[in-house]
């Protein structure tokens, strides 16, 4: 037994660090919910973690990209999360991307990974995701945080609704207020949702949508259905 995974391995299961160990997730976006997820997954144990994110840092991130640290700014946000990624756990390997996710990037950015987990600020880039994890058959584990606002789910092509069914005229927002805290809990259920399918422990978001509002402290879930007028998931 690894003592550096000793209080977790009982949580998942036989074999559960081992699946964890040989497992490739890609993290769409290194920001303030891609910065949660990153950590934990790599403090966890993950193999493999491919993280893409075209931006520079900016000062304006820093109340909730805690991937990164002010001698830093204007540099990679995908290279800045590799370095503390690595620092933080030396047995996972990190892929750093610093490019755009798109239609044209999409496959190869995410490569062999066995879930993808989006942690993006748009819903252009996540309909990219979306659509690509059901053509290519990989669980998609979708977060959104907006101030005190969070939202997250977990899709299985063929076996829950899609992105496109749950949000079907979702718009791209930008300089949205965001407290740091809302993303940290979105961004830490991502992270807890992608372990659980990994390694087949625990009731995952599959099916459901969590909503949180860290304004008056309440979380509640939902059942999501496919939609019959879905343009994605009908089409494919």
């Known amino acids: 037994m690894n003592e550096r995974y000793v209080r977790q391995e009982s949580l998942l299961g036989p074999g559960g660090q081992e699946k964890l160990g040989s497992s490739t997730v890609f993290i769409a976006g290194a920001g303030g919910l ?14 493999n973690i491919r993280i893409a994110d075209l931006d520079v840092i900016e000062l304006s991130n820093m ?10 700014l204007q540099t990679s946000k995908a290279e800045s999360a590799k370095k503390t990624l690595e620092a933080l ?10 490019e755009k996710i798109d239609a044209s990037s999409v496959r190869r950015l995410i490569g062999d990974a066995d879930i993808i987990v989006d942690c993006m600020d748009n819903f252009t880039a996540r309909y990219v995701l979306n659509r690509f994890a059901l053509e290519e058959d990989i669980p998609l584990v979708h977060g959104a945080v907006a101030g005190f606002i969070g939202q997250a789910t977990l899709i ?3 076996k829950t609704p899609c992105l ?12 949205t207020p965001v407290l ?8 830490s259920i991502q992270a807890c949702e992608t ?7 625990g009731a995952t978001l599959a099916g459901r949508l969590l909503l949180y509002d860290g304004a008056v402290n309440s979380m509640d879930t939902f059942t999501v259905k496919k939609s019959p007028r ?7």
């Open 63 to 72: 109340n909730r990209q805690i991937l990164h640290t002010e001698d830093r």
């Open 34 to 47: 891609g910065s949660p997820v990153s950590f934990y997954l790599t403090a966890a144990g993950v193999g």
């Open 164 to 175: 496109a069914c749950i949000f079907p005229d979702a718009k791209t927002t930008t300089k």
């Open 230 to 236: 879905c343009p994605v998931c009908t089409t494919l």
């Open 156 to 158: 299985i092509p063929g």
């Open 180 to 187: 740091g805290g809302v993303a940290g809990v979105i961004g």
């Open 89 to 98: 756990n030396s047995a996972c390997s990190i892929t750093a991307f610093p």
């Open 195 to 201: 372990i659980k399918y990994l390694t087949g422990t």
